[in-house]
DNA sequence: TAGGGTTTT
């Protein structure tokens, strides 16, 4: 077949001087990719149609090969967008290789805190899906953009889903702008529906075959089920790595723990002397970076066999080569909001049909591999969902609502998502937004509101932070803020959870005793950290995760750069004034009022807005009782617990938040007794 | 009495 493409990059064939031996041999490579021979066909498609709809599993090269082909036929500003900051950069440098161009020159990236892109030369740019909605703030129709390709649109996160609506709306607008969805196999027919029947490309993958087997019969403990099937696979199969997915870092610990145990004691028993050594690594984000590259490293020599017991990292964020065998239990723990309660929790349920494809194909990347399923073929066909749920339909969408508002979207109600959230969880975030004074009583953004919006926060924490010069601590705000935006910082091995409980309180202490609170040890934490030169020995010694604060700091400084844009003075009280963390808790609660606790005779609290019971999490530092007190969010897990609380006075309530806590507005319960008694009590004063 | 994974000019 003759080859009716376009020249390869026409504009740099004669001008680049350094077409390398290696560009030469990265090209053959390229021409290798199941996606090649595709080529024409998007680009032609592309010239008749807006929105094309690309589908190709693993392996096939379409991210790094399509936006080429887009540049190559003549498109002079192409954003390329990735869910994780650690592809977009990946994928960036090996773009720039395989052009022969330099890295934020003509090819480039845009993530959070770090931008290798240059605003006039950049052709190609790939950027994380959260930071192209962001530059949409300043520019809703993206007119920097002649073409912009969704990747990995079949994860539903929730930056591509308002991306995906906003880009819908932006079409019509620019009849010049060309979308490309790429996606895995799954779903394909609804992305084409929603791109009013956008005409579908599919590629073929690159895997090597992965045999599936499933239980005969449903396993009842599926944790045991699992370390049997290690065992098992060990036992029997010939050499090649494990990889198993569990649900949560405590479930892998303990898992780790209880398979080298059962290693060590058949080995030490003479009946099975043949047994090889086996290396039992844990992975899940919180792990400290060492400890993660481990999974990376090959075995000793000597026969030992690795398994990677990993949370869902191993799915799509972190890739380990030479896994073989997989044992997939098909649980995943999630995201789940429930408007009614207004909650945000973690619960474990079964995967999807699409999350068990993904899994399998882990053992499928070097050579051939099986896939272990826990579970019977029948419930894989019955009772899995085809896909995960999007994102979006599990979240609190007050700030998607912020966000959208922004945006200039007026009609929210009729935004077209792929996926509608229901109406009720739109009613509680405008309900948030407006007790937050961030839309005023028509619903429309207020100044506030829009101010709010340019901070990278939650809602709550962005109207604490906007006014926290009202309390002259505006310095404690933004570090608290940057602190609550991280993973938690506080580290708890199973081995020396006294150690570390006893080094949490040692920093309590420097900060004034625990009446000071949860948000005021976090405050101090992260000064701590800075004065000891942000030392990864000092996290260590201290348990506390490196990562997380480094990561804090960076929030901390962009924070404080925004704020000092927005005019908000930093300013703070002093690491010594008596009333530090006073203002910082009033501070906390002018956000936070909507999360507030009152004690209830008994052993529990109970939350103002729906009274429901809750417990103090066993990580606070709080051991006074306090009557009332905010709380950062609510965790449900063995029991409903409230995390990060601090004390407030009963009469700040009515101070910081009488439209809220207007006792007239509660019917007739705990909450509004409780008000009753508050109001009285001020009376009387 | 204990924390899935992403991400934000």
Redesign the pocket.
């Known amino acids: 077949m003759r080859d009716h493409s376009p020249p390869l990059c026409p504009e740099w064939e004669s001008t680049s001087p350094g077409r390398s031996a290696r560009y030469q041999a990265l090209l053959e490579s390229r021409r290798q990719l199941p996606v090649f021979p595709h080529r024409d066909v998007v680009i032609h498609t592309l010239r008749r149609h807006q929105v094309l709809v690309l589908v190709g599993e693993t392996g096939s090269g379409k991210t790094t090969q399509v936006p080429q082909f887009l540049v190559e036929a003549g498109y002079r500003r192409v954003a390329c967008t990735?869910?994780?900051?650690?592809?977009?950069v990946n994928v960036a440098k090996r773009v720039a290789e395989e052009m022969g161009v330099q890295l934020g020159a003509e090819v480039g990236y845009?993530?959070?805190?770090?931008?290798v892109s240059h605003p006039k030369r950049t052709r190609l740019k790939y950027v994380?899906?959260?930071?192209l909605?962001?530059?949409a703030?300043?520019d809703p129709s993206l007119t920097r953009y002649d073409c912009i390709l969704l990747d990995e649109a079949h994860e539903r996160?929730?930056?591509t889903d308002v991306l995906m609506g906003l880009l819908k709306s932006v079409l019509p607008r620019r009849p010049e702008l060309r979308l490309v969805v790429m996606s895995a196999t799954l779903e394909s027919g609804k992305f084409t529906d929603y791109f009013d029947r956008a005409p579908l490309v599919n590629v073929s993958g690159r895997m090597y075959p992965v045999r599936i087997e499933y239980m005969p019969q449903p396993v009842r403990d599926y944790l045991l089920a699992a370390e049997e099937a290690v065992m098992r696979i060990h036992r029997d199969e010939p050499p090649g790595d494990i990889l198993l997915f569990l649900?949560?870092?405590?479930?892998?610990d303990s898992v780790c723990d209880r398979l080298r145990w059962r290693v060590r004691t058949e080995r030490d028993s003479r009946s099975a002397a043949a047994l090889a050594p086996l290396l039992a690594l844990p992975?899940?984000?919180?792990?400290p970076p060492p400890k993660q590259q481990l999974v990376f490293e090959p075995p000793p020599p000597d026969g030992t066999r690795k398994v990677i017991v990993?949370?869902?990292?191993a799915e799509?964020?972190?890739t380990i080569d030479g896994i073989v065998y997989v044992v997939d239990p098909g649980f995943?723990?999630?995201?789940i909001f429930n408007p009614r309660s207004r909650v945000?929790s973690?619960l474990v349920s079964a995967i999807s049909k699409a999350s068990a494809q993904q899994r399998a194909g882990r053992a499928g990347r070097t050579r051939p591999g099986t896939c272990y399923r826990l579970y019977t073929e029948a419930s894989f066909q019955q009772e899995l969902a085809e896909a995960t749920h999007p994102?979006i339909l599990?979240s609190n969408l007050a700030?998607v609502v912020l966000?959208l508002k922004k945006l200039q979207v007026q009609d929210l109600v009729h935004f077209d998502f792929m996926d509608p959230p229901p109406p009720e969880t739109f009613m509680r975030a405008l309900e948030m937004l407006y007790y937050l004074h961030a839309l005023d009583d028509d619903g429309n953004l207020t100044q506030l509101g829009s101010r709010m919006?340019?901070?990278?926060?939650?809602p709550p924490l962005s109207k604490m932070l906007l006014e926290s010069d009202r309390f002259r601590c505006s310095d404690e705000a933004t570090k608290l803020a940057a602190m609550l935006?991280?993973?938690?910082v506080?580290?708890?091995p199973r081995n020396k959870?006294a150690e570390?409980?006893a080094a949490?309180l040692r920093l309590m202490s420097e900060a004034g005793g625990s009446g000071a609170g949860d948000h005021a040890l976090l405050v101090q934490v992260f000064e701590a950290y800075l004065r000891h030169g942000q030392s990864t020995r000092w996290c260590y010694e201290h348990f506390l995760n490196d990562r997380a604060l480094r990561h804090a700091v960076h929030?901390q400084q962009?924070l404080a750069r925004?704020l000092h844009r927005l005019q908000v003075p930093l300013i703070s009280p002093g690491v010594r004034a008596p009333d530090r963390w006073l203002r910082l808790r009033q501070c906390v609660l002018h956000g936070y009022f909507m999360q507030v606790a009152f004690w209830r005779r008994g052993k529990s609290y109970t939350i103002v807005r729906d009274e429901q019971t809750v417990?103090l999490?066993?990580?606070t530092v709080v051991q006074h009782r306090p009557a009332w007190v905010v709380f950062h969010e609510f965790?449900l897990?063995?029991?409903n617990?409230i995390r990060i609380v601090s004390e407030v006075r009963p009469e700040w309530l009515l101070q910081l938040a009488p439209h809220y806590f207007d006792e007239r507005e509660y019917a007739d319960g705990a909450s509004r007794q409780a008000l009753q008694r508050l109001g009285r009590y001020r009376a009387s004063k």
């Not at 649900?247 to 892998?252: D, L, R």
């Not at 992975?283 to 792990?287: M, R």
């Not at 990993?310 to 990292?313: L, S």
């Open positions: 990735q869910p994780r900051r650690i592809a977009a845009t993530i959070r805190f770090e931008d994380t899906d959260g930071m909605l962001r530059e703030y300043g996160t929730l930056n649900t949560g870092a405590e479930e892998i992975l899940y984000s919180a792990l990993a949370t869902n990292v799509t964020s972190i995943v723990k999630s995201k945000e973690l994102e599990r700030t966000t919006a340019d901070l990278p926060l939650d935006s991280t993973q938690i506080f580290v708890r959870q570390a409980d949490k929030i962009q925004t417990f999490h066993p990580s965790v897990t063995t029991r617990y």
